[in-house]
């Protein structure tokens, strides 16, 4: 009678297949690559593979002091685009200074070109000093939420169109970031003429900071909620024509002011719609972030602009004026002009080679690299890392996981193994062999693993047992 096949594989065989097993699991496990970068601050442990340092220099006897300016790039971003090494609407960067959580904002533009513009906002350059930032490139899952700084001196606008005139159900949401939250008046967006049309501004109203909306003659305003400055908020400001409140601002979805205008429709304003400023260059728009401005008629989209880098494009620039397009993601093709007041002259910007972000740009990490038994790596094993939350069978337990209170990861160990049991318990039934329904048992923990519900050290374990017993076995049979 022969033997079963797995009972005559030599030991080698066995060896390689488990040392085979472990690299599997660590070099698929969500993050295990070299060029993955960690930080405490990065939530989702992200991938970013490459880096590319911006330096610029402010020269000495020039500009000044600076702060919160913008300072123009040019970037070869359609090499690395072509390379595979970012997405082609740099959804994949995170532009940082002194440490991986310190994000910046960098408005990236034209990326159809080969050299495209972008715009990094540089909080505080002396005069005569250089300061770097580091732009980590090469995220797969990282979607970033870019949008255009307002320092005082830019402008968007769409030339009057019979769309923008909205006498009844309207509806306009701004998504904006405001990072000092002064008392001030300056204008959020305007189609308004002297007691005609809407607008959305800051208000100083006797050194409080209001959120102002207007139509026509009437008015409705909230003090500004110091929870909302430096965090991107949802505005919305509407306005339905009926007795009562008919004027309403809503923040993140949730309403904050509601008021009675007494105006039986808007009129029509017959003036652009502009967004930063208000008429004739009036109450400009200051240390303020737009990521979002969707105008609706009756729910229906009639404007809408997105800012992404795909829409956004630079057509002259001849310092300190630049000027270009920013594409209406809308039905009626309403596209904005922008034009940025923004001075370079005595400023040297840098832009340095793409390079592998490893183990020697870990000083500009905000977390130090594990030490395991002497050698340094860039991910902890011991750490659990992200959930696939599109694996098969995830929804079915999510829920459930989370109304128990236990640790997620014991408790897919306790699932996973019982499933792994099992199967050992099968395996064995009909091969009789040890080692064999033990690696039958991982291979539910393998999935768990890869999909970043356990750690890789769960892994590491099994295959340490997987050895012991096929060692085990082989002492037996000699004996």
């Given at each position: 009678m022969k033997k079963p096949l797995f009972n005559v594989l030599p030991g080698k065989v066995w060896l390689a297949a488990a040392l085979a097993f472990a690299a599997v699991v660590l070099l698929g496990s969500p993050g295990a690559r070299e060029c993955s970068v960690f930080a405490a601050s990065d939530t989702n442990q992200s991938e970013y593979c490459f880096r590319l340092d911006l330096t610029i220099t402010n020269e000495a006897g020039g500009v000044?002091?600076?702060?919160?300016?913008?300072?123009?790039?040019?970037?070869?971003?359609?090499?690395?685009?072509?390379?595979g090494q970012m997405d082609a609407r740099h959804w994949d960067i995170k532009p940082t200074q002194g440490g991986f959580g310190a994000e910046v904002n960098l408005l990236a533009q034209d990326c159809a070109c080969d050299s495209s513009k972008w715009w990094l906002i540089v909080q505080s350059l002396p005069?005569?000093?250089?300061?770097?930032?580091?732009?980590?490139?090469?995220?797969?899952?990282?979607?970033?939420?870019?949008?255009?700084?307002?320092?005082?001196?830019?402008?968007?606008?769409?030339?009057?169109?019979?769309?923008?005139?909205?006498?009844?159900?309207?509806?306009?949401?701004?998504?904006?970031?405001?990072?000092?939250?002064?008392?001030?008046?300056?204008?959020?967006?305007?189609?308004?003429?002297?007691?005609?049309?809407?607008?959305?501004?800051?208000?100083?109203?006797?050194?409080?900071?209001?959120?102002?909306?207007?139509?026509d003659g009437g008015s409705c305003s909230i003090a500004w909620d110091s929870n909302w400055t430096n965090n991107n908020v949802d505005f919305e400001m509407r306005y339905v024509s009926a007795a009562g409140n008919d004027l309403f601002i809503d923040a993140n979805g949730v309403n904050v002011a509601a008021c009675d205008t007494d105006e039986g429709a808007i009129g029509t304003a017959g003036y652009n719609f502009d967004i930063g400023q208000g008429p004739a260059g009036t109450l400009k728009?200051?240390?303020?972030?737009i990521r979002r401005v969707i105008l609706k008629n009756n729910g229906v989209i009639a404007a809408g602009y997105g800012f992404n880098s795909l829409a956004v494009d630079q057509s002259t620039g001849v310092d300190p004026t630049y000027t270009g397009t920013i594409q209406d993601q809308g039905v009626n093709n309403l596209d904005l002009t922008y034009t940025f007041t923004r001075s370079q002259s005595g400023l040297t910007p840098t832009v340095g080679a793409l390079s592998l972000t490893s183990e020697s740009s870990g000083a500009a990490f905000s977390s130090s690299l594990v030490e395991i038994m002497g050698g340094t790596f860039l991910i902890d094993p011991f750490a659990n890392t992200n959930e696939n939350t599109n694996a098969l069978g995830y929804e079915l337990f999510d829920d459930a996981f989370d109304s128990i209170g236990a640790p997620r990861p014991m408790l897919w160990a306790m699932f996973l193994g019982s499933v792994g049991l099992f199967l050992a318990v099968l395996v064995f039934w009909f091969m009789r062999n040890v080692p064999m329904a033990l690696f039958a048992a991982a291979m539910p923990l393998t999935w768990g693993t890869l999909n970043?519900?356990?750690?890789?050290?769960?892994?590491?374990?099994?295959?340490?047992?997987?050895?012991t017993a096929y060692g085990a076995q082989q002492w037996g049979e000699q004996s």
């Open positions: 000044g002091d600076l702060t919160n300016y913008p300072i123009l790039f040019t970037v070869p971003s359609q090499a690395m685009i072509n390379n005069d005569g000093q250089s300061r770097t930032f580091r732009v980590y490139i090469g995220n797969g899952e990282q979607k970033r939420n870019q949008g255009i700084y307002f320092s005082g001196d830019e402008l968007l606008r769409v030339a009057y169109d019979a769309a923008m005139d909205i006498t009844d159900n309207l509806g306009v949401e701004v998504e904006m970031e405001l990072t000092d939250a002064t008392p001030r008046n300056e204008v959020i967006f305007d189609h308004h003429t002297p007691g005609i049309g809407y607008r959305l501004e800051l208000w100083n109203d006797s050194s409080t900071l209001k959120l102002l909306a207007s139509v728009l200051d240390t303020a972030i970043g519900y356990l750690p890789a050290w769960w892994l590491v374990l099994w295959v340490l047992l997987f050895v």
